[in-house]
């Protein structure tokens, strides 16, 4: 069965600064790695998707790359703002032990700092 | 375009009693699921269906019953509410299975449903 796994649980950066979140998983047989963002009392907007033929995919200053070798994916934000302070999950899953559906991690909360 | 709408919003139920979440999709999905989120535990799903007439369970279906009669529609259940059952609820959707071949299987979640159980 596919596991998840976001570390760290949360982290506190100064405004502009890159950084980088990771995402780990057990299965390599992995279809697509998906990231999403949570604010608080909301629900999830996914914000990137990398096909598992993919290595990594771009969105504005988001930056998502897939190692289904080692098990790995890294969400990197560059030049981060107040406004990117949100619970960041990964979700995976393959068509056989998830039967297609997505397996989440617990996130990562991220807090970018004035 | 609304996407995915859930209600209610917020709920409090007494134990034992009964109700249903209610969730929409606008966007002739066919794969809608239900997730809950509880704190140190993630997301996990509760039922999935790929189609109007077709439902399967995920990984915590006990308690909850879904069926899916069209395709904008996907109600989840609670037979008899446990405290247990407190949780956010989240109804999501997609064109099809989210971890399939497609490209465009981005997948659109609902606002939440905030549910108590006391």
């Known amino acids: 069965k596919q596991e998840v796994t976001q570390i760290p649980a949360a982290l506190s950066v100064p405004e502009g600064e890159n950084l980088v979140l990771n995402c780990s998983f057990t299965?390599?047989?992995?279809?697509?790695l998906q990231w999403f963002r949570q604010d608080p009392g909301k629900g999830l907007t996914s914000l990137l998707l990398i096909q598992s033929s993919q290595r990594e995919q771009t969105s504005g200053r988001l930056n998502a790359s897939l190692d289904k070798s080692s098990g790995r994916s890294t969400l990197y934000i560059a030049a981060s703002q107040p406004g990117d302070s949100a619970t960041y999950l990964c979700a995976g899953g393959d068509y056989g032990g998830s039967q297609g559906n997505l397996i989440f991690g617990k996130g990562t909360k991220l807090s970018v700092k004035p | 375009n609304a996407g995915v709408t859930q209600t209610p919003k917020f709920q409090v139920l007494k134990t034992g009693q009964s109700m249903t979440l209610q969730c929409a999709q606008d966007m002739n999905h066919e794969y809608m699921s239900w997730y809950r989120q509880d704190p140190g535990m993630g997301l996990r799903l509760i039922h999935y269906?790929?189609?109007?007439?077709?439902?399967d369970q995920g990984e915590v279906p006990n308690g909850y019953n879904v069926s899916r009669s069209t395709t904008e529609d996907f109600p989840l259940r609670l037979l008899s509410a446990a405290p247990s059952q407190t949780s956010v609820y989240f109804c999501a959707s997609s064109y099809s299975r989210p971890t399939g071949l497609s490209s465009g299987n981005t997948i659109y979640f609902g606002e939440g449903s905030w549910l108590t159980v006391v």
């Open positions: 269906s790929v189609g109007a007439g077709i439902t």
């Open positions: 299965d390599s047989a992995i279809y697509n």
